[in-house]
């Protein structure tokens, strides 16, 4: 009788040992998992705010688009250079997610034949970028008379 009471009581201590180790066991495994998580809620966090800015982007680009031909050019005649933001169409200085409007007549033709699409601009064409004040995104387009 006593043979078997010691066999119980040392499985019962296995047992224990057992269940203690394998708590360690998935305790270490979910370190790396939620680690995972951690990663995957901040990339979702930042697709977020980049979907976020392209679609302000967007809103002033098709605000752009919506003027008068005869609007546009008249502002881009009026800018020194491609490199010039029109105060016009751009959003205030010191705003958030400042958007920037470039206008500009556009050499299609390259009758000056020096390889500049903004030297000797022809009329009745213009190059349109808007872009995020600050950071690499930006759309633009070319818009001709009709």
């Known amino acids: 009788m006593k043979a078997e009471s010691w066999t119980t009581w040392r499985q019962r201590g296995i047992s224990y040992v057992e269940v203690l180790v394998a708590t360690l066991v998935i305790t270490i495994s979910l370190i ?17 705010e980049q979907q976020r800015l392209y679609y302000h982007v967007q809103q002033g680009f098709e605000h752009v688009l919506a003027e008068s031909f005869d609007a546009l050019d008249a502002e881009a005649v009026s800018l020194a250079n491609a490199t010039t933001p029109s105060s016009l169409y751009s959003d205030a200085a010191g705003s958030a997610d400042r958007r920037l409007v470039f206008l500009q007549r556009y050499d299609a033709d390259n009758a000056d034949a020096d390889g500049n699409p903004f030297s000797g601009g022809d009329e009745g064409i213009l190059w349109i970028r808007v872009a995020l004040d600050g950071a690499s995104l930006a759309r633009e387009t070319l818009v ?3």
């Open 32 to 48: 790396p998992a939620m680690d995972a998580l951690t990663v995957a809620l901040h990339g979702s966090q930042i697709s977020a």
């Open 144 to 146: 001709s008379e009709q």
